[in-house]
């Protein structure tokens, strides 16, 4: 693992981006087509405020996301759709092509089941992500689900998962939280050729130091990073102090 620390989150996104801009430019050079895949929340505000800036042609670009709550319109204001579609997606005049997670689908497995199929087509070249407090991927929670090969399930989400998005203020209340979303699994984030993995802040700190020093476990999802051959880790002091 290639661990890098900067000194706060606004260097650390610049840090990120420009990593995650030379990868898919390389794959751009080398295939003529890239395919990706995008997180959500407060860790990627600076990545992508400078990804969306890069000189990429988008339109040889393929997007994938983590995860989706169910049930959530794709115009409340914690959608992860609403997310990427207002700092990514409007940012490039929606040039590249995206698959994005509706969960709304009445019937979540079979949503699952299809976005799981498109991402079986795309084998991933980059994977920009994060890691939660409770140190998961993605919404798995621990302890993740480290064997199954499905590239999507239906999760339930722990209180701890729930509280950092209410603690971030994306909801008004923790009952406003949703318990349930679909999320990628940790095995198909592996298959990721790169792993570009964005984590400011000293409220994760506990989560990195699981992470980076503990045993490899899926009561820390985030540890299973550390067997990946290609993974470039982002800190700033407060997320590495504990180290």
């Known amino acids: 693992m290639n661990t890098r620390i900067l000194k706060n989150a606004e260097e650390l996104g610049i840090a990120a981006a420009e990593t995650a801009i030379s990868l898919i430019n390389e794959n751009l050079e080398q295939k003529d087509h890239a ?13 992508l405020q400078n ?3 890069a000189n990429i042609d988008w339109e040889k670009v393929t997007m994938f996301h983590l995860d989706e709550y169910i049930g959530m319109s794709a115009t409340h204001p914690a959608s992860f759709r609403k997310y990427l579609t207002d700092r990514f997606l409007k940012k490039i005049d929606f040039a590249c092509k995206y ?15 299809r976005v799981g199929k498109i991402i079986g087509q795309h084998p991933i070249d980059v994977a920009l ?4 407090e409770n140190g998961h991927l993605a919404f798995n929670d621990p302890p993740a689900d480290f064997e ?3 590239p999507y399930l239906v999760v339930q989400l722990d209180d701890a998962c729930r509280q950092q998005q209410y603690g971030e203020g994306w909801f008004d209340s923790f009952d ?14 592996l298959k990721s050729r790169h792993l570009i993995v964005s984590v400011p802040d000293e409220r994760k700190s506990e989560a990195v130091k699981n992470a980076l020093k503990g045993e490899i476990t899926n009561l820390c999802p985030a540890s299973i990073l550390r067997n990946h051959a290609s993974c470039h880790l982002f800190l700033d002091t407060g997320s590495a102090s504990k180290l």
């Open 176 to 189: 406003g939280v949703p318990s349930t979303a679909i999320s990628m699994s940790i095995r198909q984030i």
């Open 99 to 113: 698959h994005l997670i509706n969960g709304e689908n009445p019937d979540p497995q079979a949503e699952c089941d």
């Open 35 to 47: 395919n990706i895949i995008l997180a959500t929340g407060a860790s990627q505000f600076q990545v």
């Open 51 to 53: 990804l969306v800036q």
């Open 129 to 132: 992500i994060g890691i939660g």
């Open 148 to 150: 199954t090969e499905d």
